[in-house]
């Protein structure tokens, strides 16, 4: 079985962009916290610390697996990629709660 140069540019391309992304979004995460680092008091940058490390916590429990349950599962799509919706939105309901709290 031989893959098409076609798929496997697109592919590779599809690979470069998503890892600049995660770079360039780490990068400037980076930079912010180095700023409020300088521009925050010691225990007022604490706190912050601590939010985020909250908020990196609860988004690493937002997806779940929903995307990939919706595409390894081949049979009904309409009817899973509507379950994973309504789980999503239900998932980012209690976890907004919880972070309010």
Known sequence: MTVPKKLVKAT?????????????GKALVFVS????ARLLAPDDFGLLGLGLLAINYL?????????????????DPERTANVAFS????TGLVLTALSFL
């Not at 916290?33 to 409020?36: A, D, F, G, I, P």
């Not at 929903?66 to 081949?74: D, H, P, S, T």
């Open 12 to 24: 590779v391309s599809a690979a470069i962009w998503n890892y600049g992304a995660f770079a360039v």
């Open 33 to 36: 916290t180095v700023m409020l």
């Open 59 to 75: 988004d690493a429990l937002s997806d779940m697996g929903m995307g990939v349950a919706v595409i390894y599962r081949q049979e």
């Open 87 to 90: 789980f999503s939105v239900a």
